[in-house]
């Protein structure tokens, strides 16, 4: 999977304000739905929320990856925001979270869909990049850190 395919530049904010989970998922909501006409920012809104009522999609290490199926979608799409302040996100741990790569996959592809959230998880499992992530000063720099990450990966896997 190449990251690209499914985050560009203009899906990527840094120091975004959000009051709590649900205004975050809101926020990523909107970004995704301005990728594809036919879809809403309700449906967006929605499937995420879907998702959490059956478990939160939070990891260890203020990292939140929200996701959801919708029927009719032909390709996955996310946004990545890096909140200003983090909020409470109902993990196991109760931690907060400050780091969200929402991603809606289409409906019918289980097993591409697995593999492809597993490799989102991937990417936000080492410590020192998140760190990198935080200190990052712009949403391009995020945007360019998290390809080139991924790249990187993918060259020594």
Do not use: W
């Not at 809403?40 to 998702?51: H, M, P, W």
């Not at 979270?97 to 409906?107: E, H, K, N, S, T």
């Amino acid at each position: 999977m190449e990251i690209e395919t499914i985050i560009e530049p203009n899906r990527v904010l840094r120091n975004v304000e959000a009051r709590s989970k649900k205004h975050a998922l809101d926020i990523l909501s909107e970004m995704i739905a301005g990728a594809d006409e036919d879809l809403s920012q309700g449906k967006v809104f929605d499937s995420l929320i879907c998702r959490e009522k059956m478990g939160c999609t939070a990891m260890p290490g203020g990292v939140a990856i929200p996701h959801g199926c919708i029927d009719g979608l032909d390709r996955a799409i996310g946004a990545f925001v890096k909140l200003g302040e983090p909020v409470d996100y109902d993990t196991p741990d109760g931690g907060p979270v400050d780091l969200m790569f929402a991603i809606v996959l289409p409906q019918t592809d289980n097993d591409t869909n697995a593999e492809c959230l597993r490799e989102i998880a991937d990417l936000f499992r080492n410590s020192g990049f998140l760190a990198k992530l935080r200190e990052a000063r712009s949403s391009r720099t995020l945007y360019d850190m998290i390809t080139a990450h991924r790249m990187v990966q993918s060259a020594t896997a």
